[in-house]
């Protein structure tokens, strides 16, 4: 059974950083999914943040440019989200993704919230 665990979430000020963490388990061959990092709040779209690809390219939401860094440790099958000069807006839960062709797993998310 694939899962995805999110965690690294939690209260933070404006401007302030977190690194949220995603580690899989029950995956065999993780080097070759690509992996994301979304997000949605109540009553709107999900939307990418940032994705790397098996190869290692990365890609990141104009929203967040600049501001994230997204990463991933082949190894420990894990997947990392560095957000820094955090903003109020981007208060939301942030779920993690990874697909390899046809298979998609989501993981339950974890709270970021910028508050002063």
């Known amino acids: 059974q694939v899962q995805l665990v999110e965690s690294g979430g939690g209260l933070v000020q404006p401007g302030g950083s977190l690194r949220l963490s995603c580690v899989a388990s029950?995956?065999?061959?993780?080097?070759?999914?690509?992996m994301g990092w979304y997000r949605q709040a109540p009553g709107k779209q999900r939307e990418v943040v940032a994705v790397i690809f098996s190869g290692g390219s990365t890609t990141d939401a104009d929203s967040v440019k600049g501001r994230v860094t997204i990463s991933r440790d082949n190894a420990k099958k894990m997947g990392y989200l560095q957000m820094n000069r955090l903003q109020v807006e981007d208060t939301v839960s942030y779920s993690c993704y990874a697909q390899l062709s046809a298979s998609g797993y989501w993981g339950q998310g974890t709270q970021v919230t910028v508050s002063s």
């Open positions: 029950g995956i065999t061959l993780f080097s070759m999914f690509g």
